[in-house]
């Protein structure tokens, strides 16, 4: 595809429940990012890909956040059990080769945690 | 204690008019982004910055890496700029550290 893109859109979970959010990044894309962003805050980062490995997880905010990419391309980030406060938006972004390539953004998911 | 402070938080400006758009930041980096988002969410990649100046059309953006500090430059402004712009320091590796954002609006 031409972008990054995510799916769902828009999801609307009731507390407690799991989600998975996939990403799809621009193909070819080595580097994989995942990002959270609250209302009226900027993206903080949650953690990275590099292929399917997984260089760095220091930015997920407990262990119910759980990402994975399996065979280096679209990636998936689960939420287990989820809280009130996981609710944001959830951007997805790739790069071509490390980290020091421009990034290039989905339009994010919006997940709200009812 | 935010690693990344930009101002101002919010510009308004006119049509035509240059704008300037401050971001410091506190950590030692390997690279320094500009981002552009629009109402809805969309994220743009404008800059990465190591060092000096880069330009791209109507949008200039430069940094100090001894004073920690950069900025983004828009010349002869158009409503359509109205975004959030957003700056990010990037570490040695691969952790970014975002601000708040600056959101302007340019009315016609």
């Known amino acids: 595809g031409a972008g990054v893109s995510q799916s769902p859109r828009y999801k609307v979970a009731k507390r407690g429940q799991d989600v998975a959010l996939r990403c799809d990044p621009i193909?070819?894309?080595?580097?994989l990012f995942w990002y959270q962003q609250a209302l009226g805050q900027g993206p903080e980062f949650l953690t990275y890909f590099q292929n399917e490995a997984q260089l760095d997880k220091s930015g997920l905010p407990s262990d119910r956040f759980f990402a994975e990419r399996p065979e280096g391309s679209v990636s998936t980030l689960k939420i287990q059990r989820t809280q009130q406060e996981d609710s944001a938006v959830y951007l997805c972004?790739?790069?071509?080769?490390?980290?020091?390539?421009?990034?290039?953004f989905g339009p994010g998911t919006r997940l709200l945690v009812l | 204690k935010n690693e990344v402070e930009q101002s101002p938080q919010n510009l308004t400006a006119q049509e035509g008019e240059f704008i300037t758009i401050n971001c410091s930041y506190s950590?030692?980096?390997?690279?320094l982004h500009w981002l552009q988002q629009h109402p809805g969410g969309g994220i743009v990649s404008l800059f990465m910055l190591s060092s000096g100046k880069k330009k791209h059309g109507r949008l200039i953006a430069t940094i100090n890496i001894q004073e920690k500090h950069s900025s983004l430059h828009i010349t002869a402004s158009h409503p359509r700029d109205s975004a959030v712009y957003i700056c990010a320091a990037q570490k040695a590796g691969n952790q970014f550290y975002f601000g708040t954002g600056t959101s302007l609006t340019v009315i016609p």
């Open positions: 972004a790739s790069s071509r080769a490390g980290v020091e390539e421009t990034q290039y």
């Open positions: 950590v030692g980096i390997s690279a």
């Open positions: 193909s070819g894309h080595v580097s």
